[in-house]
């Protein structure tokens, strides 16, 4: 009697090591469409938000610069940088539902882009081709002083949260912060604020998108001052600047800096990207005392880097440059030189040339795969 034998199981059968292998590809956007076409399987782990996830951080310092989103003639544009099969239209950076006039780009977070106009804010996923309007909580009258924003998506599915800032013309010194959940479809229970702050003064944000460290979200304000807000605590503060960095005549200090996360990936740990001649400081925010609400706080100098730009032979004290945005994929700051501009990777301070001819205007970066 003869005997049947089963096939033998082949190692790309096992779902984790063929994910191993999907994290070898090249970090390009076409190298995972491709596989996508293989078979519904490997459809199904590319797909996978998870493994999404693993490849941005596997290719932390090599992600693929899509471009970068910018406010011009009071909208929202953006400037593509891959070739095609890679290039991403510029259509799906940009709503295709009609907004009101007047509408800007607030966010570039980790794969999602956020737009609002007048009543509602837009969630984009350029990569995927999807977009979400979601409308200023019912509670909100007056929009008129600023509107910050930004989009966090989850670590574990593919849901999000939008974290929005209100503050009207007439109360611009009280700032009321909701969060939305993609989950519930929300703003909470009631649509009512889950923190309000009343600022020393009135102020004005300035154009700079916000910046998340950990579960900290910070924004600039007039004035040398950091706006925060705690997604876990959920709690809005202040953040005064390091005195050595604030100039009394710098009306434009936020050029010169960028709040950056710990390079070691230190949960919560702040550091400050400053500017500073052909030299760029970095400052780390140290606690010195009290916990809570009640903690104190001082900021350190820990070290200065010389900055090298390749194409420009010296870099000296009478050149313009300005720092124009910060890509938290890769953790790159873009600086501005004399129309050129650089993204400088955090990790190893190498720089490459992005563009030979650029204006000195804010950017949004959007990288991912």
Known sequence: MSRHRSPSRSPLDDDDLLGEILLRLPPIPSSLARAACVC?????LVS????????????????????????SDHSARFWP???????????????????????QVLSCSHGLVLHKDREKFMVLDPVAGEQHAVPFPSSVEDTSGFVLGMVVPSRRSSSYRVVALFAGRSTSTRVAAYVYSSESGSWGDSDSPIATLVLPSKAKHRARHGTIVGSVIHWFLDGHKVLTFDLERQILAIIELPPE??????????FRCQIIPALDDGVGE??????????????????????????????????????????????????????????????????????????????SMRSRKVLDHWPPADIFPYSSL
């Open 245 to 254: 960095v604030v100039k009394d005549t710098d009306s434009f200090y936020e």
């Open 270 to 347: 702040v550091r400050l990207a400053v500017l500073a001649d052909p030299n760029m400081q970095f400052w780390e925010r140290k606690k010195t005392g009290g916990d809570g609400s009640g903690a104190a706080y001082t900021w350190v100098l820990s070290s200065t880097v010389r900055l090298n730009f390749p194409s420009i032979e010296s870099i000296r004290s009478d050149l313009k440059y300005q720092v124009l945005g910060f890509d938290d994929e890769s953790n790159a700051i873009f600086i501005w030189v004399q129309n050129v501009l650089f993204m400088v990777y955090l990790r």
């Open 40 to 44: 519904s399987r490997w459809r199904r």
């Open 48 to 71: 996978d938000p998870a493994l999404r996830r693993r490849l941005r951080a596997h290719h932390r310092d090599h992600l693929p610069l899509h471009g970068f989103s910018y406010h």
């Open 81 to 103: 940088i891959l070739e095609r099969p890679d290039r991403i239209p510029a259509w799906r950076v940009a709503p295709t539902e009609k907004l009101l006039p007047g509408w």
